[in-house]
């Protein structure tokens, strides 16, 4: 075997070209194919329909309407993220320290949801929430209410719906962080002095911040885009962006303003990792070497 072969590259035109590219070119040819060239196509017709110019970004700072969904979409994705966080912080340190049958189980249950369709989850919170679903029929038939609340068709089962989706993604993230902690710190700070609380508080959490910041990203980012849990659990009195651009090009036909919304969500997440990534390594954060 030939020394360029053993080097990993070959000659093309007098010049050396890395032959692993060989095998990563196919991959990045359907890569532009079926993501470059839409995404590119969206931009285009959100800056030329109805006519060329900015006429649809400016309603951005002139319709209440479109306001109203963005600040609506922003509110409801901070508090999924907030709460995933937290049910998934506390899920995955009972995961670090419980024993090996008991890690077993906990792990299928957080796996179990990804192997489920988003419509089963969203009737089956529909089936729990409504007024005279299992919630409402278990609290008044012991007495804890005389009416019914109502739980869906309004912001508060969109996000009950999308915490139950996203748990998993932050579970995921949070405990692989938190299995890389090295148990023997906590093991000294106790031998310090310090009390379970101080040493979870200034050693084990301080720690696993990476962890948190990756969960926070990974969910912030996908709860942008959710589009059948809102539909489902909303019940239309609750619209997100990325629902409120399926009417704009389904229904009233308005491709500029749907593309536009569209686009501007995807600049968002671009600016939100571009932000990130000034202050956090985001190689080291998703475990890339």
Known sequence: MSETALS???TFAGGKVNRYWLYVLPLLGLLVVFFVVPILQVLWISITDPEPGLQNYRILLS???????????????LITTLIALIGGYIIAFVMVHVGRRHLVWMTLFVLVPFWMSVLVRAFAWITLLRDNGLINSALMDTGVIADPIAMVRNEFGVIVGMVHFMLPYAVLPLYAN???????????ARGLGAGEFETFWRVFLPLSLPGIAAAGLLIFIFSLGFFVTPALLGGGKTVM????????????????????????????????VATLSRFLKLRDLFGAK
């Open 63 to 77: 319709s209440a309407a479109v306001q109203r969904i963005l600040w609506t979409t922003l509110r409801i994705c």
């Open 178 to 188: 938190m299995r890389g902690i090295d148990p023997r710190l906590m093991l000294a």
């Open 8 to 10: 990993g590259s070959a």
């Open 241 to 272: 962006i990325a629902e409120y651009v399926s009417v704009q090009i389904q229904q009233t036909v308005r491709w500029g303003l749907g593309t536009m919304l569209a686009s501007v969500l995807l600049m968002a997440v671009f600016v939100l």
